[in-house]
């Protein structure tokens, strides 16, 4: 197994750069460079000199293959570079926000799981009955309402009809400002792990093993949990895995909706900044997250079905 | 009409002045701040950004040279207590408040200013302060390396400064803004500085976490006297307008900056009718024509185009009255304004005659570029096309980011743009945007060019006289107005939703979100008044 995830690991690092060099075209041709975003409250005004001298002090009147590998240079030796806007280490931004968005992160899935799964499980159990209706409702709604719109409701109906929790912020780690940021960010994953719970279930429910399981006297409920669950998981497990990269884009919305201090706002605000070192470091701590979560769960599938072998 | 809204505005500062006046002002609580134009802020150091976002706590930590009088809608001494100026209008000499404490207890003197102007010159960090400081004698020196030293700033002792300008101006204009804080000396050399700043403001740092809030509580040692009122204050940035809306109807936050739609709205409710805070601010937006492209190098284009749009309607049925029709370049809130001018009339005839004599009697079609903003961008223009295509004129759209636009207006990329410029607070730097030497890329987007004009500004440059300069900034934007280089669209008005329980607002024509909170106060309504 170790070789294996040490494979995955090495893996990763073309695709990170490959992730870096496409968010550094694109930000290279679009519109719009950080000297000229400074004047965009109409207020301010920035000369031609004053831009030279940014541009040249971020390095930007470089031609475009030397700015590439200057980055890609830095990148290899994990340095991120510095923010146009703070003058700072980037990596000192990113380590300011990766708690916050990591705690957003886990319990936006903690919640998907720990609804989506029962909730398509149970469904299973009585396709066509009024609870799979219901799930079913529940996984076509999730997955067709943005984000946004959603985290607004939440706000609006449990902030400030129930006043059940804080309609925005950070708090102190007080648990109760997560929750709704986490519950909009959820929702969406949460529908389609019902969904594929449910499918999930229904085939293995239908399998050979699971009849001849039966018919060897088991219980429903060892056939349930041993043969069913278990076999279910490693579908479900790959669903999450891939549903992680969806949170990780939702929490762009929910973080900047929320006032969470999570790598989605630094996001939005370094790109309407243009504030590209940071942009292209927090887009890979993301491609990075994404690609982590995804190793882990390889090896948890392998872990729960003995027939997943990797070399 | 204008009589009305010059009215409106005089009647609000008097109510704003009353209120204040009215009521004794409560010590402690804490005022829950909101700053509304990003999700966070750049940094804790005031002098790296010069978005209006960093501003709003730069008020709380720092203090300025001058700090911006709302009332009387012009800047004053904050850090000196008196100026006397030389006959020649450029040696400006301070002297210095001398109970000015920083937040370590330490008295500021005239070192710490020297310092702070003299780091805002480092060219290799280029602040934006650096745009003001230059206008002293020798900065530019500094920038480019030529010397460590500002020869313009002398210290004569302790708490006299001495400050030679290269050109005649009022220097409160230059010294006002948090870009050019007064930071302490010795104490920002510490690299770990700016992890905790200290400054001279009313408040002190107490924490930043970035992306949520920036915490700060009292300075007990401030320079005046019973102030600040508040024992904390949090600022959160709130980008999100319609997050904003529910925070303040859920009594999260005390103030919000409020957009048109959500004015129309709180205009509706009884409640929140009665914490509404309006202002004209020194924003004018406009739609800028570059007289490259041939139809606009015909003032009768110009003008024909200010006549074919109904502005009125534009403002009343999309900008929800959310601001004032502009009747020139020079806002209401400007010093300069000119009271007798009246706006470009809608009437389509006159528009339709005028572009015939310029040649145009099919009129023509250009390209207009503009942002997504829903007071002056796409929606503006998409109102506007088929009022134009009456005369005419037809128009495409060329939507740009807005945090775009500027790079490509100042590269003078566009036939036409829309855009909400600084017209304010001060009249002869907002005119010398249309002075012919002035570049594209300094703020003569159009690369205006009169004669007259230019006479006029430097006329008003080389007087000493206050009230005199005005009247010959009013002859030139007089000139402007006729000359139409922009269609004049509107004044914006900015509009804050206060909690009943927030005192000492100040309606800052500058921009409404920069308040200064020493002079706020909570009564014991407020759910965090203790």
Not at chain 2, 16 to 41: C, K, N
Not at chain 2, 91 to 106: E, M, P
Not at chain 2, 302 to 313: E, T, Y
Request: hydrophobic letters at 45%; proline letters at 6%; charged letters at 20%.
């Amino acid at each position: 197994m170790l070789p294996y995830v040490i494979r995955r690991l090495i893996q990763s690092v073309p695709i990170l750069l490959a992730v870096a060099g496409l968010v550094f075209v694109m930000f290279s041709v679009i519109p719009g460079d950080f000297a000229s975003t400074q004047m965009a409250d109409g207020r301010s005004v920035v000369d031609a000199e004053q831009v030279a001298r940014m541009n040249t002090q971020f390095g930007l009147d470089d031609p475009v293959h030397i700015r590439f590998a200057n980055y890609v240079g830095k990148l290899l030796t994990l340095d991120l570079g510095t923010s146009f806007r703070t003058r700072q280490p980037v990596i000192n931004s990113l380590l300011e926000r990766i708690w916050p968005s990591l705690q957003l992160a886990m319990a936006a899935m903690l919640f998907a799981i720990g609804v989506g799964v029962p909730l398509g499980f149970l469904a299973a159990l009585k396709p066509g009955g009024w609870l799979d209706m219901q799930s079913m409702i529940v996984a076509v709604s999730g997955l067709s309402l943005p984000q946004f719109w959603l985290g607004l409701m939440l706000m609006y109906g449990f902030a400030l009809i129930l006043g059940w929790f804080p309609s925005f912020g950070y708090g102190d780690g007080n648990p109760r400002y997560l929750v709704l940021p986490a519950v909009a960010l959820g929702v969406a994953p949460l529908a389609l792990l019902a969904r594929t719970t449910r499918a999930a279930v229904l085939e293995v429910m239908n399998a050979d093993f699971v009849r001849t399981a039966r018919a060897k006297g088991n219980s429903e409920a060892r056939v349930m949990r041993w043969h069913v669950a278990r076999n279910a998981a490693v579908i479900v497990l790959t669903t999450l895995g891939l549903q992680f990269g969806s949170i990780m884009g939702g929490a762009v919305v929910i973080e900047k909706l929320f006032a969470w201090p999570g790598i989605g706002s630094l996001l939005v605000d370094s790109v309407s900044l243009r504030d590209i070192p940071v942009v292209q470091a927090c887009i890979l701590l993301l491609v990075l997250f994404f690609l982590i979560v995804n190793i882990i769960v390889d090896v948890l599938c392998a872990l729960i079905d003995p027939r997943i072998k990797y070399t | 009409m204008l009589k009305k809204l010059v009215f409106t505005t005089a009647l609000t500062l008097a109510a704003f002045t009353l209120q204040s006046q009215a009521q004794e002002p409560r010590r402690g609580g804490t005022i829950r701040f909101t700053a509304p134009y990003a999700a966070s802020f750049v940094s804790n150091d005031s002098h790296v950004s010069n978005q209006i976002q960093d501003e709003i706590y730069g008020y709380a930590l720092h203090r300025t040279l001058y700090k911006w009088d709302s009332t009387n809608n012009k800047p004053v001494l904050e850090l000196a207590k008196s100026v006397t100026t030389s006959a020649d209008g450029l040696v400006h000499t301070f002297k210095l408040r001398d109970d000015a404490l920083f937040h370590n207890g330490r008295k500021m003197t005239a070192d710490d200013i020297i310092w702070s102007y003299t780091r805002l010159m480092d060219a290799s960090k280029n602040y934006p302060g650096a745009a003001y400081i230059r206008r002293i004698k020798g900065a530019i020196d500094v920038q480019n390396g030529a010397s460590k030293e500002i020869s313009g700033l002398k210290k004569i002792a302790d708490f006299t400064l001495e400050i030679t300008l290269i050109e005649k101006g009022e220097p409160g204009f230059l010294f006002r803004t948090a870009t050019t804080s007064i930071l302490p000396a010795k104490e920002a050399q510490d690299p770990n500085f700016f992890n905790k700043p200290i400054g001279l403001g009313p408040f002190k740092f107490v924490e930043h976490v970035p992306g949520s809030r920036m915490v700060f509580e009292r300075w007990e040692k401030f320079y005046v006297a019973g102030k600040p009122y508040a024992d904390r204050l949090l600022i959160s940035p709130m980008g999100e307008a319609a997050a904003r809306d529910v925070a303040f109807r859920n009594k999260e936050i005390d103030v919000s900056i409020l957009g048109p739609s959500q004015y129309v709205a709180y205009q509706a409710d009884a409640n929140l009718k009665k914490g509404i805070l309006e202002v004209a601010e020194v924003f004018t937006r406009n739609m800028g024509m570059n007289p490259t492209y041939k139809p606009f190098s015909d003032k009768r284009v110009r003008q024909a185009i200010n006549h074919a749009i109904d502005a009125d309607l534009i403002i009343s049925r999309l900008v929800r009255n959310k601001a004032y029709r502009a009747t020139s370049w020079l806002p209401l809130s400007s010093p300069a304004y000119d009271k007798a001018l009246k706006p470009y009339a809608f009437d389509p005839e006159k528009a339709k005659k005028l572009l015939t004599e310029a040649g145009y009697p099919d009129g023509f079609e250009f390209e207009w570029t503009a942002s997504p903003n829903e007071s002056w961008g796409v929606p503006i223009v998409e109102a506007t096309i088929p009022m134009l295509a009456k005369v005419g004129i037809k128009v495409k759209v060329k939507p740009v980011e807005g945090s775009a636009l500027g790079g490509i207006v100042a590269k003078g990329d566009f036939q036409a743009y829309i855009w909400s410029n600084t017209s304010g607070p001060d009249p002869l730097t907002q005119m010398k945007c249309f002075y012919s030497k002035t570049p594209r890329s300094a703020c003569n987007y159009t690369t205006f060019s009169n004669p007259e004009v230019d006479k006029l500004i430097d006329e008003a440059g080389a007087t000493d006289d206050l009230a005199k300069r005005n009247e010959i900034l009013k002859k030139a934007n007089a000139i402007v107005y006729d000359e139409a280089p922009v269609w004049f669209f509107n004044y914006n008005k900015a509009v804050l939703a206060h909690q009943p329980w927030l005192h000492g607002l100040q309606p800052n024509a500058t921009e409404l979100a920069l308040q200064y909170y020493e002079d706020l106060w909570v009564d014991a309504s407020s759910p965090a008044a203790k």
